[in-house]
C-alpha cells in the first residue's frame, strides 16, 4: 500500500501563490507515476497535471498551463504542485494521487489516493 498526505493548502488571494505538497510512504516512491487532481464545488474530479517516475516527463490540463508547475524530488519521496496567479475559479480540494510501479506514463488511471487538501482563492 502507498499511503499520501498532502499539505499547504489554505486560503490565499487573488493573484497569490501557493505551493502544495505530497508527501509518500514506502520505499517504491521513485518507481511512481504521480498526479495532481482538483474538485471544486458542485463539479466533477479533474486532471491538473502530471509527471513521470523519474520527473523528465510532465503534462498539464489546458486550465492551468503555464500558470501551475508539478515537481518532484525522489530523495525526499515529495511531489510539489507550484500554483501562480491565482483566480477564484482554481477553489478547490487538491489531491495527490500516484499509479502502481511499472504502470506506463499514459496509462489514465491511478490507484493510490490521499485525502486532499483544500485551497480556497479570494477575490
Known amino acids: 500500500q502507498v499511503q499520501l498526505v498532502e499539505s499547504g493548502g489554505g486560503l490565499v488571494q487573488a493573484g497569490g501563490s501557493l505551493r502544495l505538497s505530497c508527501a509518500a510512504s514506502g520505499r517504491t516512491f521513485s518507481s511512481n507515476n504521480m498526479g495532481w487532481f482538483r474538485q471544486a464545488p458542485g463539479k466533477e474530479r479533474e486532471f491538473v497535471a502530471k509527471i513521470n517516475w523519474s520527473g523528465i516527463r510532465t503534462d498539464y490540463a489546458n486550465s492551468v498551463k503555464g500558470q501551475f508547475t508539478i515537481s518532484r524530488d525522489n530523495t525526499k519521496n515529495t511531489v510539489y504542485l507550484q500554483m501562480n496567479g491565482l483566480k477564484p475559479e482554481d477553489t478547490a480540494v487538491y489531491y495527490c494521487?500516484?499509479?502502481?510501479?511499472?504502470?506506463?506514463?499514459?496509462?489514465?488511471?491511478?490507484?493510490?489516493w490521499g485525502q486532499g487538501t483544500q485551497v480556497t482563492v479570494s477575490s
Open positions: 494521487a500516484a499509479q502502481r510501479g511499472g504502470s506506463s506514463y499514459l496509462r489514465s488511471e491511478f490507484d493510490y
